[in-house]
């Protein structure tokens, strides 16, 4: 079975600061993607991450995927109050493209 | 070109109740989805279907029943509610693409359907 963990599950931090958010897998998997959702919303797409070694970016985010570690990395750069919400890594299984396994998201709050 | 469309948005039933939470989506993706969200919980796959007549069950399945009948359609029925459905619902839909990857099965998610079972 596939389980998923991200951590930290909650991160408050200042505007201008820089942090990491985790996520590992326990299965051989090849295809990671990373989502945000605002309260009370739905979610959106950031990323998606396809082979070992992958790095996205996009603003202030950026995220890698490391298959071997079994880990990708969100990081942020320079926090801003409208990068809080609630991220979410997600993961298939090699050979199971349809079926996502989401770890628990993590909350994060950008204070001014 | 609306994506993914949920209703309703909100529903309230009373235990053993059934109902439909539809959804639609008109972006010719091949694969369908539903997750349930629970807080603290992240969200877990109810059932998917990978195309019209193709349905499988998903990590949390019992209780719920799919059909797909055609390309845009996937209901979601509850059979007898139950407090523990209590729940925010999402539907989403992606598609794999020419090559195996060009679609990357990105998914594109509805607006949610908050469901409260009493």
């Known amino acids: 079975e596939l389980k998923v963990e991200q951590n930290p599950l909650f991160l408050s931090m200042q505007e201008g600061k820089n942090y990491t958010i985790y996520c590992n897998y326990s299965?051989?998997?090849?295809?990671l993607y990373w989502y945000r959702q605002d309260p009370g919303k739905s979610l959106e797409s950031l990323f998606v991450l396809l082979s070992n070694g992958a790095v996205k970016q996009e603003g202030r985010l950026m995220a890698s995927l490391d298959t071997k570690a079994r880990l990708s990395t969100l990081h942020i750069t320079a926090a801003v109050h409208d990068l809080s919400a609630t991220y979410f890594c997600?993961?298939?299984?090699?050979?199971?493209?349809?079926?996502?396994?989401f770890g628990k998201g993590t909350l994060l709050t950008v204070n001014p | 070109n609306a994506g993914v469309t949920q209703t309703p948005k909100f529903q309230v039933l009373k235990t053993g109740q059934s109902m439909t939470l539809q959804c639609a989506q008109d972006m010719n993706h091949e694969y369908m989805s539903w997750y349930r969200q629970d807080p603290g919980m992240g969200l877990r796959l109810i059932h998917y279907s990978v195309g019209a007549g193709i349905t499988d069950q998903g990590e949390v399945p019992n209780g719920y029943n799919v059909s797909r009948s055609t390309t845009e359609d996937f209901p979601l029925r509850l059979l007898s509610a139950a407090p523990s459905q209590t729940s925010v619902y999402f539907c989403?839909?992606?598609?794999?693409?020419?090559?195996?990857?060009?679609?990357?099965?990105?998914?594109?998610f509805g607006a949610g359907s908050r469901l409260t079972v009493l």
């Open positions: 299965t051989t998997s090849d295809r």
């Open positions: 989403a839909s992606s598609y794999q693409g020419q090559g195996g990857l060009s679609g990357a099965n990105v998914l594109t």
């Open positions: 997600a993961v298939a299984a090699r050979g199971s493209n349809y079926k996502l396994t």
